[in-house]
């Protein structure tokens, strides 16, 4: 036996209890679900199988090995936190020794029937050499329309020379928890694995992507390394995601996976295709989250909008009129409840683009015309503002606050949050504290 053959079989060995449709064997199915499987209730399954694999394909790549553990060859703005596990990366039973070089197996998806596919940008960075094969086992060479590592998305292209089966995109706004979801890709090479599961959650937010935040659909549907580019398929037949990451303790499913939301991936994939990059508009601000209590010192109803904390010299924002103090509520007729969103709104607006950003200022609403400049990827578009140690927060002391506060000059920082059982409380700071 080669050592692939035995590296495969030794990984099967590991995988847990054969699951079917989302349920161990051994156990019982709930009654709905039951129905289901035998396609006498709300879909036939085998009939959506059939219909949604030809549009799957295996994407493997030949890549050169680093001299670090797989998932490290992240680029700049591409690193996923530590609740991320990458599906992708060395699936041991297709890891090639010797000559520099590994091959690596993921996932991805027809959306045109020329032959253009959906996949994770980690399937393919790197990469020396692309090869997508089909459901009928074809094989092509494929070669990288675009890719942007801050979403994590790809565009990849194969010439067929006829027309392929795509993939419908469908609306993933409307999707509800609890409803029913299948997952399609290669885990551990095994191409065209169905797997059923439902939408655990929908909107999940990670605080380090802001590229991609409130945009990822948490499903239960068994997902593995080899899955990530694959789609995640409503009942209806249409991808409403992008199989891309797992919380996992043992780098196999644990029946937490996310996916990218699809119409985060229609915005995008027009400028990936065409451009090859997704070009981000820059304001050119630190903003940082209001706390209950830091929105009553400033006198405001609530705890929404994004606090400027730090104006770049020169940036957007600075010719718009934006001070250290204001607190920015909306951005082009948008409501802004965190920094995150505001990131999110200011990266999709296109260089050049005239935009308002409505202001809240010693308790008055003002509208400031801001120009979106052209992001350069080490600038950042909306930078965030770090936590300090001791477990408190603080803010520089604006001309607002000095006002309200009673200080002749603005210098020094008030405590705008505390950690309960931190430091700082222990030593006896309060929120509002002047230093």
């Known amino acids: 036996m080669s050592k692939s053959s035995f590296s495969a079989a030794s990984c099967l060995a590991l995988i847990p209890p054969l699951v079917i449709a989302g349920f161990a064997t051994g156990t019982s ?6 129905a289901m499987i035998r396609g006498d209730s709300t879909g036939d399954l085998a009939r959506l ?20 553990k797989p998932g ?8 996923l936190d530590g609740l991320w596990q990458r599906f992708f990366g060395v699936v041991p039973p297709f890891e090639e020794h010797g000559g520099g070089r590994r091959m690596t197996v993921g996932s991805g998806f027809i959306v045109d029937r020329d032959g253009t596919i959906l996949t994770n940008n980690h399937v393919v960075q790197n990469s020396q050499r692309i090869t997508v094969k089909l459901d009928d086992q074809s094989e092509f ?10 979403t994590d998305l790809a565009v990849i292209k194969i010439e067929a020379e006829r027309d392929l089966p795509a993939i419908r995109l469908g609306d993933s706004d409307r999707l509800e928890t609890g409803e029913w979801v299948i997952a399609v890709g290669s885990p551990f090479g095994l ?5 059923i599961g439902i939408v655990s959650a929908t909107n999940r ?14 499903t239960d549907a068994s997902i593995n390394p080899g899955s990530s580019g694959g789609p995640l398929i409503n009942l209806k037949g249409e991808a409403v995601g992008i199989n891309t990451a797992i919380y996992s303790r043992t780098g196999v499913n644990m029946g937490i996976g996310f996916a990218i939301s699809i119409n985060l991936v229609k915005d995008l994939l027009p400028r990936l295709r065409d451009t090859g990059r997704v070009a981000r508009g820059w304001l050119g601000v630190a903003a ?47 409501m802004i409840e965190a920094p995150d969103q505001l990131a999110m709104l200011v990266a999709q607006a296109p260089a050049g683009r005239r935009a308002t950003a409505k202001v809240l200022r010693d308790g008055k609403e003002l509208n400031l015309n801001v120009t979106v400049a052209l992001s350069k990827e080490e600038q950042a578009l909306v930078a965030p503002f770090e936590p300090q140690t001791f477990g408190l927060k603080v803010e520089l002391v604006t001309p607002q606050i000095a006002r309200r506060t009673g200080l002749e000059k603005t210098q020094g920082v008030m405590v705008s949050a505390l950690e309960p059982s931190g430091t700082a409380a222990e030593a006896g700071l309060r929120v509002g504290d002047l230093i």
């Open 205 to 218: 937010a990670f605080n380090n992507r802001p590229y991609n935040k409130n945009s990822f659909i948490q």
């Open 141 to 150: 060479s494929a070669r990288i329309l675009g890719r942007d590592a801050k």
């Open 191 to 195: 191409d065209s694995s169905v797997t």
């Open 49 to 68: 199988a059939r219909q949604i694999r030809p549009s799957v394909v295996q994407v493997s790549t030949r890549r050169s090995a680093p001299s670090t």
């Open 29 to 34: 199915a709930p009654p709905a679900a039951a």
């Open 288 to 334: 940082q989250p209001l706390t209950p209590e830091l929105a009553a010192f400033l006198g405001m109803a609530r705890a929404g909008g994004a606090l400027v904390s730090g104006i770049q010299q020169d940036s957007p924002a600075a010719l718009a009129g934006v001070r250290l103090g204001d607190v920015i509520i909306a951005f082009d007729d948008v």
């Open 72 to 79: 490290s060859e992240a680029e700049p703005g591409d690193a």
